[in-house]
């Protein structure tokens, strides 16, 4: 029979999936385990964590030395059951949620937010070749590039190569192939722009018109 869960065990949990709650909830004890955590994945992977960060010891986070597998700017969080490897940076305020796989390699701007059970996948199988299994073929990488202020929604898939511009939404479930201009809104499998987020589809303040005109022609095509 299991054991019932500790208090202890109740605030890890807390913490893991809540990861934002960490700084102002937490205990000097919890902040020093935390910092002992980041200096081990610091050492052995090469991590570079901002202030304020919290990386669950629950997500795997595994680097190839001497290769950086991760960079984090302040105000960072990593939640329970993410998979992080390849060579992954992020810029400051930037949130991984829960059973997040960050792969290859993927570059983004600060305020990116990643919902649960999304996929950024900065790398793809070379499969060239038909007298050769895929899994014996040459990786491929492209990368792929995050601008800020990105809201990736839930079971979201980002496909090597992809450039997503900034103040963009991708729906829950979007399955991104091409790349995404400024301030559109995508979902669909393959992902779609579904509108630009202006008033009244007029380009509001700060929106450059030629953004709005491509992202809304595009729409309709």
Avoid at 33 to 62: E, F
Avoid at 95 to 107: C, F, I, Q
Avoid at 118 to 135: E, I, K, Q, T
């Amino acid at each position: 029979m299991n054991s019932i869960p500790t208090e202890s065990d109740l605030r890890q949990r807390h913490f893991d999936f809540c990861p934002w709650v960490f700084g102002p909830e937490s205990t000097a004890e919890e902040k020093a385990v935390q910092a002992d955590y980041q200096a081990l994945l610091r050492r052995v992977y090469g991590t570079t964590i901002g202030k304020n960060g919290y990386l669950s010891p629950n997500a795997a986070i595994i680097g190839q030395p001497p290769h950086e597998c991760l960079v984090l700017g302040d105000d960072c969080y990593v939640a329970y059951g993410s998979y992080i490897t390849g060579s992954i940076t992020l810029g400051n305020s930037c949130t991984v949620n829960p059973y997040v796989t960050l792969r290859g390699k993927v570059r983004g701007g600060n305020s990116v937010r990643i919902g649960a059970h999304s996929c950024v996948l900065g790398f793809n199988h070379g499969h060239a070749r038909v007298d050769l299994p895929v899994h014996r073929q040459p990786l491929t990488i492209e990368g792929i590039v995050l601008g800020s202020d990105i809201w990736i929604g839930s079971k979201v898939i980002v496909i090597d190569g992809v450039t997503v511009g900034s103040h963009t939404i991708l729906a829950a479930g979007a399955v991104v192939t091409k790349d995404v201009p400024d301030y559109a809104i995508v979902g669909g499998n393959p992902a779609r722009i579904l509108r630009v987020r202006t008033h009244d589809e007029a380009a509001q303040p700060g929106v450059p018109p030629e953004i709005a005109v491509a992202a809304n022609g595009a729409r309709h095509s």
